[in-house]
């Protein structure tokens, strides 16, 4: 391809080329083929990174968020932890521990569109974005709840958010991520508006029903307030959706970073410098993760939404790849740096 053209105009001059009479009145204008073409080729290549070639049942039989890059250095039952790992004493239990960041972005907004219900994502429930069908029922039974409340310094933050919606079908994205700065399986939903417990509920619980045998350390900004009542909003999901590990298991800290915004009476019982096996860390992973995704944000605005997910499939799938490959060379670092 000769350079300084973009893919759509090599094809249009090879048209010329083939076709040199008339070109310019008789040539049909082929940007939205070929845009979709552009997703079926991504999806297409991701079912066929995940595998789904050598399975008899095809994309069809993929599981819920099967097409998804998984952080390999996750600690995740019958993958990467050894047998017996659920009975090692209590001082070492923190080694097989699960740590989840949840967050939520106002940059990433879609605007409403004509003929809204026709788009639909190629990548629907198989890769980052959370199931459309149970995520929107849950979202019509609870649309009337109130919104996050935080602690005091948070008040003024939520207000704007939420006067930021009109004109929107889309004001954020809610996401969930790991220790290791990778997006979950299914661990990303769209905010209606503002930033409201029934939609960080849905990402949260859908990401740990498959969690086994681990303990959990869940970090938000206003997880003092978020945590309360969790569990009584959790027995309005489906039965699929509920925990299989005792609630004890769970704990909830805020950020550090955030932590100094709250109330005084937050920031002891929440903050990580108090948690035995925690380490030094400020988990404000997530807020690096959106910096990344966050160049696609004025692109993605004016997409239909079923494009706009694919095309943001495709961003983070890229991170959790780069990700994945570069464990091992900051590993390696690492040791060498304290050896």
């Not at 990174?49 to 039989?61: C, K, M, S």
Request: glycine content about 8%.
């Amino acid at each position: 391809m000769p350079l300084g053209f973009s893919t759509f105009q090599y094809v249009i001059l090879c048209t010329i080329h083939l076709h040199p009479i008339d070109s310019y009145t008789t040539l049909q204008d082929c940007l939205q083929s070929f845009m979709l073409m552009v997703r079926q080729f991504h999806h297409c290549l991701m079912a066929k990174r995940a595998g789904r070639g050598h399975d008899l049942g095809g994309i069809q039989a993929t599981v819920p968020g099967g097409l998804a890059v998984p952080c390999r250095a996750c600690p995740w039952p019958g993958v990467n932890l050894p047998e017996g790992f659920d009975q090692v004493p209590t001082n070492d239990a923190w080694i097989y521990c699960l740590f989840t960041h949840m967050d939520c972005n106002f940059h990433m907004s879609n605007q409403t569109r004509p003929n809204q219900d026709q788009e639909f994502a190629l990548s629907e429930g198989l890769t980052y974005f959370v199931e459309k069908g149970p995520f929107n029922d849950h979202i019509r039974n609870n649309v009337n709840k109130e919104d996050v409340k935080g602690c005091v310094g948070f008040a003024a933050l939520v207000n704007t958010n939420n006067r930021q919606a009109k004109g929107l079908l889309v004001t954020g994205l809610c996401g969930m991520s790991c220790r290791h700065e990778l997006w979950f399986e299914l661990g990303l939903c769209n905010l209606q508006k503002g930033e409201r417990y029934c939609n960080v509920d849905f990402v949260y619980f859908s990401n740990l029903q498959k969690v086994e045998g681990v303990k959990v350390v869940s970090s938000y900004d206003i997880a003092c307030e978020w945590h309360k009542n969790l569990w009584k909003r959790m027995d309005t999901l489906p039965p699929e959706y509920h925990l299989k590990i005792p609630k004890l298991s769970v704990t909830f800290l805020v950020n550090k970073f955030h932590l100094v915004g709250h109330a005084r009476h937050c920031q002891a019982p929440f903050s990580f410098n108090f948690q035995q096996g925690i380490g030094h860390s400020n988990r404000e992973g997530p807020k690096r993760m959106w910096a990344v995704i966050n160049g696609a944000g004025l692109s993605t605005k004016q997409m239909g939404s079923g494009t706009r997910q694919d095309s943001l499939t495709d961003f983070c799938g890229f991170m959790n790849w780069l990700k994945t490959i570069g464990v091992g060379k900051w590993s390696s670092l690492f040791w060498q740096s304290i050896n």
